[in-house]
């Protein structure tokens, strides 16, 4: 079940979190496709210098070890997974470079490969990035499962790289093949956006990979007639803070409180960070930190965590992310301190609230939402 066997080897992989039991694979039909490819077309050679980005589990980073690429990509889980795997592997996993959307390329890519993310926006982004480390002879492939490449995908790779095309599909996935088009122009990518809040008027910068990027979350705009004013100073964590919209107007809220921002995505806290440092007048009691969940806050030292978890790890839809969260917020929180959170009002969390901290309260609920709180 988590043994990947592509021409370059055979090799362990495991998802992270590790769940029992699970039944789904830390690879998909994309990866081999693009690791069979590489092989029947004998691309590489020794000297091969390339660049991953989006590797989920680190299918292609592990497979391709001997070449030391460099990986790109915006998730914490994904980072934590390729060390993981590497070590099961027996492989040293200095020998692939991890980096974050923020660090810089250097040099010239011969083989660029990309599994092409859910949002477009951070496709975009991405393109714009890898063409000035391209040159005419780079070879750039990407992948996905047929049913995730659509045609403004496509366009994207024309419109910013050059000449494109579409493989066959097999076992149903699909890459695409782009050269770079020294003639085109494409400018420089747009992100981050800015949206601004009706409610009064501030305006929020949010880089490509965004939870709601063009404009607020439903649930997260109830959310914000709920935070309460603590009665002391305290601190308060944005758990899953996204563009830390919730953390800020908390911050404005209790002007006293030391406020955490938490997201496993390297640009959230990244827009946090800006939009705290712009928003708030005293942004020096906000700390930032990308992290899985809660790990790495010391425990019971927080005396409220608001949070509008989510439902989906890449393209798989579970709760099993928002249950992690909820465990670990009963243990960083103080004695009698709070969770708040806002969901869809048919994910019942209020039944796995119940479970953890033994009660669970509805605060307010509207056709669509529910807030719920559960106190240490
Ligand atoms: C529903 S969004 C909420 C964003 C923001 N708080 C808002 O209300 O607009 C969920 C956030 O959870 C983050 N996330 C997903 N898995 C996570 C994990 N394991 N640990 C921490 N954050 C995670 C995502 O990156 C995303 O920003």
């Known amino acids: 079940m988590n043994t990947l066997e592509v021409p370059q080897g055979k090799f362990t992989l495991n998802r992270y979190p590790a769940r029992n039991d699970d039944p789904l694979r830390a690879w998909d039909a994309a990866d081999e496709y693009i690791l069979l490819h590489l092989q029947e077309q004998k691309i590489l050679n020794k000297t091969s210098k390339i660049l991953i980005l989006n590797d989920a589990f680190g299918a292609l980073s592990i497979a391709l070890e001997k070449y030391q690429p460099c990986t790109v990509s915006d998730s914490f889980i994904s980072h934590q997974a390729i060390i993981e795997n590497s070590n099961i592997n027996k492989i040293a996993h200095q020998k692939i470079t991890l980096q974050t959307p923020f660090q810089p390329l250097s040099g010239t890519y011969d083989l660029v490969i990309i599994k092409i993310p859910k949002n477009l926006a951070m496709l975009e982004d991405e393109l714009y990035k890898i063409r000035d480390y391209c040159n005419d002879n780079t070879i750039i492939i990407a992948a996905a499962m047929s049913k995730y490449i659509h045609t403004s995908s496509v366009k994207l790779f024309e419109r910013i790289l050059g000449t494109t095309t579409t493989s066959l599909a097999r076992k149903k996935a699909r890459l695409v093949f782009s050269k770079i088009d020294a003639n085109l122009k494409p400018g420089t990518s747009p992100y981050p956006t800015q949206y601004t809040l009706d409610i009064n008027n501030e305006a929020y910068s949010n880089h490509a990979n965004l939870f709601s990027r063009e404009k607020l979350d439903l649930g997260s705009r109830f959310m914000l007639k709920h935070i309460p004013q603590l009665a002391n100073h305290g601190h308060i964590l944005d758990l899953a803070c996204g563009n830390g919209i919730l953390g800020i107007v908390a911050a404005q809220l209790n002007p006293l409180a030391d406020i955490s921002f938490v997201d496993e995505s390297y640009m959230a806290v990244e827009s946090a960070r800006m939009n ?89 609920n509207n056709k669509k939402f529910v807030i719920l709180k559960s106190v240490n």
């Open 276 to 364: 705290a440092k712009k928003l708030l007048k005293d942004s020096s009691r906000c700390s930032f930190k990308v992290t899985d969940c809660l790990q790495g806050i010391e425990n019971e030292s927080i005396d409220l965590i608001i949070n509008n978890p989510p439902f989906h790890q890449n393209h798989v839809v579970g709760d099993f992310i928002a249950w992690q969260m909820f465990k670990d917020a009963r243990k960083k929180l103080k004695k009698g301190g709070k969770l708040i959170i806002v969901g869809n009002r048919h994910l019942g969390y209020h039944i796995k609230l119940k479970k953890i901290f033994g009660n669970c309260e509805m605060i307010a």
